[in-house]
C-alpha cells in the first residue's frame, strides 16, 4: 500500500517562509508525479501545485512565483518551499501521489 507522509507545518507571520515535505516512495513518484493540496477552513480542497518526473511543475495562480515545488532525489521527498506566505496561505496542506493522501500538515500565517 502506498503510503505518504506529509511534515513541516507551522505557525508564521505574514511574509515569513515554511517548507513541507512529502515522504514517498520513489517508484510511486516516477510512476505518478505528487501534487500539493490544501484546505482551508469552511472551504473545498483546492489544488497548490504538482511536479511530474524530472522538473515539468505546475502552480495555481495564487501561489505562483511565492512556491516552489520540488523532488528531492536522496530523501525521496516532494518538498514544497513557500515565501512571501500570506493569511489566505493558511489551510492544511495535503500531498497526493496517483490515489493516495498524506495525512496532512498545517500551514497557519498570521498579521
Known amino acids: 500500500q502506498v503510503r505518504l507522509l506529509d511534515s513541516g507545518g507551522g505557525s508564521v507571520q505574514a511574509g515569513g517562509s515554511l517548507r513541507l515535505s512529502c515522504a514517498v516512495s520513489?517508484?510511486?513518484?516516477?510512476?505518478?508525479?505528487a501534487s500539493w493540496y490544501r484546505q482551508a477552513p469552511g472551504k473545498e480542497r483546492e489544488f497548490v501545485a504538482r511536479i511530474v518526473r524530472f522538473s515539468a511543475t505546475t502552480y495555481a495562480d495564487s501561489v505562483k512565483d511565492r512556491f516552489t515545488i520540488s523532488w528531492n532525489n536522496g530523501k525521496s521527498t516532494v518538498d514544497l518551499l513557500m515565501n512571501n506566505l500570506k493569511p489566505e496561505d493558511t489551510a492544511m496542506y495535503y500531498c497526493?501521489?496517483?490515489?493516495?493522501w498524506g495525512q496532512g500538515t498545517q500551514v497557519t500565517v498570521s498579521n
Open positions: 520513489s517508484v510511486t513518484y516516477w510512476n505518478y508525479g
Open positions: 497526493k501521489s496517483s490515489d493516495y
